[in-house]
């Protein structure tokens, strides 16, 4: 079985990449950029899941050989209690439902926060606060905030479990 992935980013390969190796799947992986069709930094779980589901069709439209796509998206949502990182993931199969999964949530420092409602994006500001280059491949905000105890590819990697759940119990109620 080949999986596609819809991104070249580092964390999003690590974490399809571990998971098929956890789960002992007898799966190779493949993956290509693909355009997420929203905004660079998505602002609300809707625009952050269609970004996610974008990046997996477009994906699975692409790479001919893959029987399912998956793409991961990362957002950030407005709440009372302040802004928070948000992630999605969506998989794709050939004439069946999108599946969809959601990742772990924390609040962004204020600071932080302020610069992205001024229309920076996440990852560069990281950059900066973090005084380092690529955190988006790295551990992520997520890692920066949690001190380094869940990184974006392991927060990413729950996603992709969630996902492939879905789909074995899909295929196992439809045998
Ligand atoms: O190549 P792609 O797959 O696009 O990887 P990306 O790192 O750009 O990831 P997303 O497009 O999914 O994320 C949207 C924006 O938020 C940034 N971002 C999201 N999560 C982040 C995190 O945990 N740490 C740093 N930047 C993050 C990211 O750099 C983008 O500017
Ligand atoms: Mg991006």
């Known amino acids: 079985m080949i999986i596609a992935l819809g991104s070249k980013n580092k964390a999003k390969l690590k974490a399809v990449e571990d998971t098929i190796e956890d789960l002992g799947m007898k799966a190779s992986f493949i993956s290509i950029e693909s355009p997420s069709g929203v905004s660079s930094q998505p602002f609300s ?4 899941m269609e970004g996610a589901a974008n990046r997996a069709n477009f994906c699975l439209q692409q790479m ?3 029987e399912i796509a998956i793409g991961l998206e990362g957002g950030v949502i ?3 209690f302040g802004l928070f990182l948000c992630n999605w993931g969506a998989l794709a199969e050939r004439g069946k439902e999108t599946l969809f999964a959601g990742g772990a949530r924390i609040k962004l420092p204020e600071e932080i926060a302020e610069r992205l409602r001024a229309g ?4 560069p500001v990281m950059d900066d606060y973090s005084e380092s280059q690529g955190i988006n491949h790295k551990e992520g905000a997520i890692g920066v905030f ?3 105890l869940v990184d ?3 927060m ?3 996603i992709v479990k969630l996902l492939i759940g879905q ?3 899909r295929k196992g109620s439809s045998s």
């Open 152 to 154: 974006r590819a392991t």
């Open 45 to 48: 779980d809707e625009e952050t």
């Open 156 to 158: 990413f990697s729950h």
């Open 167 to 169: 789909y074995e119990k």
């Open 64 to 66: 001919n050989e893959a």
């Open 78 to 80: 407005e709440t009372p």
């Open 146 to 148: 949690t001190h380094g």
């Open 120 to 123: 920076e994006e996440l990852g």
